[in-house]
């Protein structure tokens, strides 16, 4: 089992920014992706980033692209997501997820992850 705590949401303008923090605990050896998404209110669950544990190509969906960074530190077992040039529809509850079957994945997909974060609460006001 793995266990994943988000960290660093909160209230801020509309052109500031925020990092968001997942701390992953338990079997970390067995994760293979990370992923972070989002789900606003009445909306479904969505694709922000997501990039393998080991580190290299990352992905981003085209409405962050540009604006968000998705990064790890495997010595502190942690995965971030720097999001600069913040607007208020990026207003959600944001997720860490992480994945630990192996072969191709649809990094977009949250049915392609297995492990979830309780969230944090990200609020843009403009």
């Known amino acids: 089992q793995v266990q994943l705590v988000e960290s660093g949401g909160g209230l801020v303008q509309a052109g500031g920014s925020l990092r968001l923090s997942c701390g992953a605990s338990?079997?970390?050896?067995?994760?293979?992706?990370m992923g972070w998404f989002r789900q606003a209110p009445r909306k479904e669950r969505e694709f922000v980033a997501a990039?393998?544990?080991?580190?290299?190509?990352?992905y981003y969906a085209d409405s962050v692209k540009g604006r968000f960074t998705i990064s790890r530190d495997n010595a502190k077992n942690t995965v971030y997501l720097q999001m600069n040039s913040l607007k208020p529809e990026d207003t959600a509850v944001y997720y860490c997820?992480?994945?630990?079957?192996?072969?191709?994945?649809?990094?977009?997909?949250?049915?392609?992850?297995?492990?979830w974060g309780q969230g944090t609460q990200v609020t843009v006001s403009s």
């Open positions: 997820a992480a994945r630990k079957r192996l072969g191709v994945v649809d990094t977009t997909a949250p049915s392609s992850y297995d492990y």
């Open positions: 338990g079997r970390t050896f067995s994760m293979n992706v």
């Open positions: 990039m393998p544990w080991s580190g290299g190509v990352t």
